[in-house]
Every structure is written in C-alpha cells, then in structure tokens.
C-alpha cells in the first residue's frame, strides 16, 4: 500500500516548479474525481492541491503552496455535488468521492464578479504587460485589459491609489496602490520566516498591511528577509533592484 | 416584613432614568421611615411602561409605569406601599395582559428575581436542571436537548443537540463552552435582557453545557457596549463559584467546570463564532474558514461548543423538566418558544416570547400596537441588519425558520424592526451596505470591497446616475456577495439590498418589476 509519504513525493516529483496552491500533505491516499477525472491525494490536502495535482488550473490570489491556506480571496470557488454554494477550494480538504467542478458559467460570473472588484482599486496603467500572479489570474478569467470602458466600477469613489508607497527598506519597495490585501506576506513573515513584522491594520475597505506598529518598513521589526516580496502575487512589494532608474507610480490616477 | 420594591436595573430602564427613581424612592423610604427595601430586578419586556417598578403586597407583586423620579412621591403618598389605585398604577404584574398572553419559558425568571441573589434563583426553580443532569447522566441530557428541537437562537438555527453530540464525541482536550454574547444586530436585545435579568441561568446552562460534552472552561464573551451585563455576569461567576456551583467538583458532582467573561473591542464581526474565537485567543477578529467546525476545532484548536446566550437559556428549562415540555410548543421544525424583540417605529416595543407558530401581524399589530408614529408600516426587516424586508401584505407568514426562509427571508436572532411609510428604502438598502463596509472584518474580497462599490452603485442609482447600469452591476455584486462571501456577513447582506429593491423598486427610481 502506498503510504501519503510516497504518494506526495510522486506529486512532488511530476509537478516541479508548479504552485500546488496548499502545502503537501502526507495522509492516506484519497481519491476524488476533478472534472469527471479520479485524482488521488494524501489525506488532508485541500481540493485545490487534488486539482493542480490533476493537470487542472483553477485561477487564485490568496494561495500558495509555501503558507498555510486562508480563504481571502475567493476567486478558487468550485461546486461540488451534495454541497450549498461555492466553497473555496483552497480552504476545503479533500474527501473520498467527493465529486468536484472547478468551471461553470456560474463559476466563471463568479470569479470575474471577484476580480473586477480587484480590479475597481488596481492601477489601470500597470495592467498592460504585468507578469505577477495577479495578472495571470487577470488573464484566466478574461480580464487581462481590465475593466471594460464603461464598467460601474470605473467610477469608484474610494480606492487606494494614492496610498502608502514606502520605499524606506534598501532592498525593495511597498506600493499600496498595487496590494490587493491577500496577507500572503503577513502570512509569510509569521509561518516562513517567524518574524511577525507585519500584520494588517484597520478594517474593512480600510485594511491594509502595515509593519510592526504603522511603521515605515525599515524602522520596523522586519530583517529583510524577503520571504514577504517573493510571496506577493501582485507587486505591491517588489524589489528595487527591478527599476534600476528609480520607482515611478505610472499613474497616480484611478482606474 | 419589608416590603419589596423592584426598580428595574437593565440598560434600557437606566436609559429611561430608572436610577432616578430609585434614588428618589430611596430618599422617600428613608425620609418616611417606610419599612421597605429596593430591589434592582431585570426588565420584563414591556418597553413602553419603564421604568416600571413593582411593589411586593402579600406576595402579589403591583406594577406602576412609566415612572419618573418627579412621580415617587405622589405615589408614596397614594399608597404604594398597599396597593394604590395611582393613575400610574397598571394592577397585579402577571395580569398585565401583554405579559399574561406570553408563553415565558427562557425569560421565566427575567424580570421576576433579584438577579444579583443566588438564593432567589434557587428558589425559582434555578439549579434544577443541573441536578437533574447529574441524576441521569450526560447522556440523557443531550438526548433531551435533541428531543427538545432547540436550534441556535443567534441566528443560524443550528440543531443544539448535534453541536452538542459532536463536541462530546470529540476525543481532544480540553474542551471549551463559549456563550456569545456579542449580540450586535440592530433591535435585538434578547441575550442583553438574559445576563442583566437572570445570569445565574447562563451559568448554570454553561455548567450543564460543560457536563454533556466533558468541558473544563467556559467564556461568556460579551460586547462592550453592554456594561451592565458585564457587570452582572461577573457578579454571579463570583456568587456562583462562592458557592460550589463554580470550580472544582461541583455540588458534590465530579463536574470541574469556572466560566470567566471576555469582553469585546466593538467589532460586529466578533459575533461571527470564528472571529469570536480568535478575539478570544486574542487576535484579531478575523473569520475562520469552515471546516474545520468549532465543535471538532474551536478555541486553542479544541473542542468547543459555541452557543448563543437565549440558545443556552433556554437549556435549564429542557433539563429539569426534559425534551418534550420543550417540544411541546412550536411548529413544524422550530420547536419551542423564541424571545422576539420589537423595535424600530413601534408603539409598543419590548420583549415577546412566544411558541413558533404566531404571525408577524399579531406581533407587530396585537403586540406591538402598530407603529409608534400612527402612520401605516411601510416595511419591516426581521432578522437582524442582514435580515430581509417584508412588505405589509408579507406579514402573514408564521414565526418558523423554514416559512420565513420559504418567504426570502430570515428569522436570525428573533428581532424585528419596524418602518413606517416615510422610510425611503432606498436608503435602507446602502446602509445595509454601508453595515456591512463598516463591520468587514477585511479578511474576504466580496465584504471588503465589494460592501463599499455597493455603497457608490446604490448613491448613483439614488442621484439617477446611469440608473440601469448601475442597478444591473448591484445585482451582479449581490450575487458575488452571496455566493463568494467567506462569512455570513458579506453572504447575507444582499438579502436586505435585493429585498429593498423587489419590493419598493420606486424609491429606487425604477419601474416595479423592475428588480
């Protein structure tokens, strides 16, 4: 029989370099069926693991396979048979049988619904040509050019776009315009590096990430590790190093 | 012997000036040399005769409202002491027709003991359900609460018994009992009256809570906009634990069970379990996703049973006396009685607790006398801000989860507000938003910030601004909201919206049929 051990170590090897979108895990084998196709996974891995281990790409922000799963973002919604609504696919372990779709039209409303609220607080400027997660997930659910011309959303009130842009830290840069406030890098600074610089502050549509008590970065608890920038999946902090003539916000407008 | 004189000490009679009346009847006691002593009592429910004080006469107990402090002595001089024939006086308390037509089984003792007394509780029938439970075992009082139907009376209706089976079948330890009591919907006022009125009840729920499912540690998490039932559950831990009923084994039983309080930081959200539990852990108060259940992995990642403070008072009842007297009330799959509370524009706001079954119109209408301003009811949301609005040709539905669900809406915590026909819906419909953009907790897309774009959508629909574009994409955003919402914060704020919208599309500048 083969153990979760084996079977994650299979997974591992046939998947290098692809973000399984949760940690491994290493229970018994489960098997499911994505998209009609059996698809077997140690127990305790979530459906978007059983999926990415399937071959089958399902769009996200919130996830990744080096932090715990958190369910912010809610573009990973799946159906799945015998369940109320649209569960998270990054938040839902695997069950024996359980009988997932990760595409529907209604699925597919549903996550552009989600991202075009992204989108309503994103600089429009820096779509064209971005290579971040982020605007891959644009392009999965067909919105790689942004909101449509005469979208509602268009003529948002309120928005970050001339947010905190800190670029105290030597080494990289947070521009609050572009953060779309998944907590990967607050996650990251507490699971990955143990170092709990950064945490998110205020509520609601006024949550943003901070560092240690609303400090610059550099005055901040954080040790420039850099685990926070490789997690970003939406540039807002980048390294410095990429803009070589200095950081411009390309437009200080709204979208 | 002195006679007893009850002065109401809930926040809503402190409110009315209750203090007042007790420091001028004080003054009269003690000027007059009257042989009688002051107690603060609880609330009985009826809003509009507060402060409303009761005299003791040969253990019949007359009630006099609204009073005021200018009115104490006129009614010393009546004769309050006896039993006056005052204009304020209203007769004997229980004869009060709109407290005798109640069917008072969870708020019992609200109103009628001195919630500071343990000894008074006792003697109305407090603690018998515990020693009941310890006669028959853990097991047959969980299967009486699931014999009783009881179901979560926060909001969510979740069967009792199964939350409690779960968490007793759960093997890790130690286990927790939380009473939320982080009552946050506008117009609900329920849990309040309970810890203010009757704490040794939630006391002694929590400890039989604890004894079902093996439990060491309990919490009452209270909000902090609620000082006095702060006050009074401390109170009664305190007496409780001087007592026995607190601590290590417990009235001889081998029980080890203490409850402390938590207070909350003024966060809405802190009343979904998930954030209650990371504020408790002291985080912030952040919505976990589900699974895994709080029952399996709730405070510290134990077992925990997380119950609203009515759901648990309404336990003792089903203890000492067992499932079916419970069950006995009620309709179809709401068994029982719920504790619904009346408010907004209403003439008789207050306190109604009835078996499931009675309509909305006798509420509103028989109850509560229609509106306060004498102008006919234009809506009304029951349910809680998150709850949907009802047209009066709606009222006619039973209070039953499953009838109000079949009519689009939603029975939540038992609160129910009142409009007349000079609310503009519209309105309504962005403060729901507007709620809801400013209790997210930030945590899930849709509620952070899709509540503030509902917010702007339903301004420019209002200033007629693209009017149909913009009603089109709040559709679209309801739908988002409902369906992608990590919580029911986000999930259930398109009720209030979509309902606004069907039912009065004209104070949305719409054509009817229009949504």
């Known amino acids: 029989m083969m153990t979760g051990r084996m079977i994650w170590n299979e997974v591992r090897g046939l998947r290098e370099g692809i973000d399984l979108g949760t940690p491994p895990r290493d229970g018994q084998p489960v098997t499911l069926s994505i998209n009609g196709v059996d698809t077997t996974v140690p127990a305790g891995s979530s459906v978007l693991l059983a999926a990415t281990h399937a071959g089958v790409t399902v769009p996200k922000l919130c996830a990744t396979d080096t932090l715990e799963c958190f369910g912010s973002c809610r573009v990973c919604l799946v159906e799945i048979d015998g369940r109320r609504g649209y569960p998270a696919s990054c938040t839902t372990p695997v069950e024996p049988g359980l009988v997932v779709r990760t595409s529907s039209d209604q699925l597919t409303r549903l996550r552009r619904g989600m991202v075009e609220l992204y989108l309503s607080d994103y600089p429009e400027a820096d779509l064209v040509g971005g290579w971040s997660e982020f605007h891959t997930t644009l392009e999965q659910v067909g919105l790689a050019d942004g909101l449509p011309a005469d979208h509602p959303y268009r003529h948002a009130e309120h928005h970050h776009q001339q947010g905190v842009l800190d670029e105290s830290n030597p080494y990289f840069l947070f521009d609050q315009a572009k953060c779309i406030v998944c907590s990967r890098c607050v996650r990251a600074c507490e699971e ?20 240690s008590q609303n400090e610059s970065f550099l005055s901040s608890e954080c040790v420039s590790c850099g685990a926070c920038v490789q997690a970003c999946p939406s540039d807002a902090l980048i390294e410095k190093s990429l803009f070589p003539e200095g950081y411009h916000r390309a437009d200080s407008g709204q979208a | ?75 010393v001089d009546a004769g309050l002491l006896t039993v006056s024939a005052h204009a304020l006086a209203l007769g004997p308390t229980e004869q009060i027709p709109a407290l005798a037509a109640q069917t008072r089984i969870t708020f019992e003792r609200v109103g009628v003991v001195d919630p500071r007394s343990l000894d008074d509780y006792v003697a109305h029938g407090g603690y018998a359900g515990l020693r009941r439970a310890f006669e028959v075992g853990a097991e047959q009082i969980l299967a009486d609460v ?205 306190l109604v607790e009835m078996p499931f079954g009675v309509t909305l119109r006798e509420l509103i209408d028989e109850w509560g006398g229609g509106t306060r301003s004498g102008r006919p009811v234009r809506a009304v949301q029951v349910g809680g801000p998150l709850g949907a609005y009802l047209a009066p040709h709606q009222l006619d539905i039973a209070l039953d989860y499953e009838a109000i669900a079949a009519a689009g809406g939603l029975l939540g915590h038992g609160g129910i507000v009142v409009f007349d026909d000079t609310v503009d819906m519209a309105h309504m419909a962005k403060f729901a938003m507007s709620f809801c953009a400013t209790e ?38 309801c739908d988002v909201l409902e369906h992608g919402s990590l919580c029911a914060l986000g999930g259930l704020t398109p009720m209030p919206v979509r309902s606004a919208m069907t039912l009065f599309p004209e104070d949305f500048g719409l054509a009817p049929g229009g949504a």
């Open chain 1, 192 to 211: 990955i590096q143990g170092t709990f610089a950064l945490t998110i502050d205020g509520r609601g549509f006024s949550s943003r990430i901070v560092a």
């Open chain 2, 1 to 75: 012997m002195s006679v007893r004189i009850f002065v109401p000490g809930d926040a809503l009679s402190l409110a009315l000036g209750a203090d007042d009346v007790a420091v001028a009847l004080t003054a009269e006691i003690v000027a007059r040399g009257l042989d009688a002593q002051l107690v603060r009592n609880g609330s009985r429910g009826l809003f509009w005769l507060e402060p409303m004080i009761e005299v003791e006469v040969d253990s019949v107990r007359h009630a006099y409202g609204p009073v005021t402090a200018d009115d104490v002595a006129a009614l």
């Open chain 2, 146 to 350: 699931e014999v009783s139907g009881l179901r979560g009376r926060g909001g969510a209706a979740f069967p009792t018994g199964i939350k409690w089976r779960t968490v007793a079948a759960a093997t890790a330890t130690p286990k927790y009992v939380v009473a939320n009591a982080d009552e946050g919907d506008s117009g609900t006022f329920s849990d309040r009256m309970v810890m203010e009125g009757d704490p040794f009840c939630l006391v002694e729920a929590m400890t039989i809570a604890a004894f079902v499912v093996g439990a060491t540690h309990g919490i009452v998490y209270i909000r902090s906009e609620y000082p006095q039932a702060i006050d009074m559950m401390r109170a009664a831990l305190d007496t409780a634990r001087a007592a026995g009923w607190l601590g290590p084994d417990i009235a001889g039983s081998a029980l080890s069970f203490d409850v402390e309080v938590r207070v909350g930081a003024g966060a809405y959200i802190c009343g979904e379990e998930t954030s209650m539990l990371e504020s408790i852990e002291g985080k912030r108060g952040m919505v976990r996703p589900k699974p895994p259940l709080p029952a399996i992995e709730g405070l510290y990642g134990k077992p925990t049973v997380v119950n609203n403070v009515v759901t648990l008072a309404s336990v003792p009842f089903i203890a000492a006396g067992g499932g079916d007297a419970y069950a006995a009330h009620g309709v179809g799959r709401s068994k029982g009685t719920l504790p619904v509370q009346l408010a907004g524009n209403i003439a008789r706001g207050g």
């Open chain 2, 440 to 477: 997210s907790c930030g945590k899930c897309t849709p509620c952070r910030v899709g509540s503030t774009r509902g917010v702007e959508l339903i301004e420019r629909i209002q200033v007629g601004v693209r009017r149909e574009a913009n009603h089109a994409q709040l559709l679209e955003l």
